[in-house]
């Protein structure tokens, strides 16, 4: 799809949708439940969709709603543990589509149940990393096979221990916790070196102790309870979504008049909630007031931003960035490599073909500002966050942006171009 929007600042109100990290994480847990859960999610997305529907072929039924999710969840026998609906002969199909969190979230979880399955990878997602969760699951005595975008499993992993490198991804650190949180007496987990993304991991514990798992925590070392239904409450709202939310506060940072957002904790563990703090850093005025959050244009300056615990918000932070005086340098980038695409290198196209100035290192980009930008057409490489950090980018622009594959914002934000053409445009 190709869409064309109107240069100028962008001002107005925006109600944010729900976290897709977790409604993801909500899921699972509801999955393995002791009766049955109603999510309310404020509107779906093409990876919450997959996660629901690995989650329904796995044998709970997970059902969309107006106004969420209905869950019914795996049944449990004691003394047998969960029993999976699923396979019956054959592997169970679970298609994870594009979604990274679907598969390496219920990996684990799959391996632990002991379910042969086939976990269908479209787009990039054959290409992002498994390993070091890989080779602990085959220590286990889980068995894999590839078959082009198909991944195949067999087997049992029969650990009660864990251990995987904290550096590569927070989700195989968040689909280790569930496997062991549904495993017959639980485990351990240890969590080597430096972990990125680490409020990620917040996130899963929060949602597993609201589950009455017991995770006992020093250092590294994670002691997990399981083997029993959670006793997970009736009825959960999925918070607001602040990685979502980061295009509205980047197009607001370039406002005068500037945008309100609204439906977002501002005590919330999600990672990109500090993207509110970096606009700040760059001089935007951000305010903050019950579940609002506003943000208006100051003068805004380049800065030196290690994205190490946040690499998502590359897009929506340099789209900021080109406009702003001076030079910014964004580091510790350089799993954007392996996303839906290249990200660092489609980040610097994307400001490069609105005039703007960006240029890559190895792990991240060196962005001169400049007063404005001329506007241009943006390939989106099918990346949700690209065609996004291109509309907010817009709000900078003297002439139209044209952004192509925009339809690829199903991925997270099915509502997106809706939301963002219901803001003012200040010509």
Same mark, same amino acid.
């Given at each position: 799809m190709r869409l064309v929007l109107p240069p100028g600042h962008r001002s107005g109100s925006?109600?944010?949708p729900?976290?897709?990290?977790?409604?993801?994480r909500l899921l699972i847990a509801a999955a393995?439940?002791?009766?049955? +859960?109603?999510?309310?999610? $404020?509107?779906?997305?093409?990876?919450?969709?997959?996660?629901?529907?690995?989650?329904?072929?796995?044998?709970?039924?997970?059902?969309?709603?107006?106004?969420?999710?209905d869950v019914t969840p795996l049944p449990y026998e004691p003394g047998k543990g969960f029993v999976p609906r699923a396979g019956a002969g054959q592997p169970a199909v679970l298609p994870c589509g594009e979604s990274g969190s679907t598969l390496r979230f219920l990996l684990p979880v799959t391996a632990a149940l002991g379910v042969s399955a086939v976990f269908v990878r479209e787009g990039r997602l054959p290409l992002r990393p498994l390993s070091p969760l890989r080779e602990e699951l085959e220590r286990g005595g889980l068995r894999f096979r590839e078959d082009g975008k198909n991944l195949f499993i067999e087997g049992k992993t029969n650990l009660d221990n864990y251990t995987v490198s904290g550096n590569i991804s927070s989700q195989f650190v968040t689909g280790l916790l569930f496997a062991l949180a549904v495993s017959p007496g639980g485990g351990s987990l240890h969590?080597?070196?430096? =972990?990125?993304?680490?409020?990620?991991?917040?996130?899963?514990e929060q949602v597993l102790r609201a589950s009455g798992v017991r995770i006992v925590s020093r250092g590294g070392l994670r002691r997990v309870?399981?083997?029993?239904? !959670? #006793? !997970?409450?009736?009825?959960?709202?999925?918070?607001? #979504?602040?990685?979502?939310?980061?295009? !509205?506060?980047?197009?607001g940072a370039m406002s005068p008049r500037g945008i309100c957002l609204s439906g977002l904790d501002t005590a919330s563990l999600q990672a990109d909630r500090r993207?509110?703090?970096?606009?700040?850093? !760059?001089?935007?005025?951000?305010?903050?007031?019950?579940?609002?959050?506003?943000? $208006?244009?100051?003068?805004?300056?380049?800065?030196?931003?290690?994205?190490?615990? +946040?690499?998502d918000l590359v897009p929506a932070l340099a789209a900021v960035a080109a406009v702003s005086a001076g030079t910014t340098r964004i580091t510790g980038a350089a799993r954007l490599r392996l996303k839906e695409s290249d990200r660092i290198a489609t980040t610097a196209a994307m400001i $490069?073909?609105?005039?703007?100035?960006?240029?890559? =290192?190895? #792990?991240?980009? +060196?962005?001169?500002?400049?007063?404005?930008l001329s506007g241009g057409t943006v390939d989106s490489f099918g990346d949700h966050r690209i065609a996004m950090a291109a509309a907010a980018a817009s709000a900078a622009c003297r002439g139209r942006v044209t952004v192509l594959g925009?339809?690829?914002?199903?991925?997270?934000?099915?509502?997106?171009?809706? #939301?963002f053409a219901a803001l003012e445009v200040e010509r």
């Open positions: 925006v109600l944010l729900s976290s897709k990290s977790m409604a993801h393995f439940a002791a009766h049955p +859960v109603r999510i309310r999610c $404020r509107g779906t997305s093409a990876d919450i969709e997959a996660t629901a529907r690995c989650l329904s072929a796995l044998g709970a039924m997970a059902v969309r709603r107006a106004d969420g999710y969590v080597t070196g430096e =972990t990125e993304s680490a409020d990620y991991i917040r996130m899963t309870s399981g083997g029993i239904p !959670f #006793d !997970f409450p009736p009825e959960v709202t999925a918070e607001g #979504d602040w990685s979502q939310a980061a295009f !509205f506060l980047a197009a993207m509110a703090a970096l606009m700040r850093l !760059f001089g935007a005025a951000v305010s903050f007031r019950d579940k609002n959050v506003r943000i $208006r244009r100051n003068f805004l300056r380049g800065q030196t931003v290690d994205v190490r615990q +946040v690499p $490069r073909s609105l005039g703007g100035s960006a240029e890559e =290192t190895e #792990d991240g980009l +060196v962005i001169t500002g400049r007063e404005e925009a339809e690829c914002t199903e991925k997270s934000y099915p509502g997106f171009w809706y #939301d």
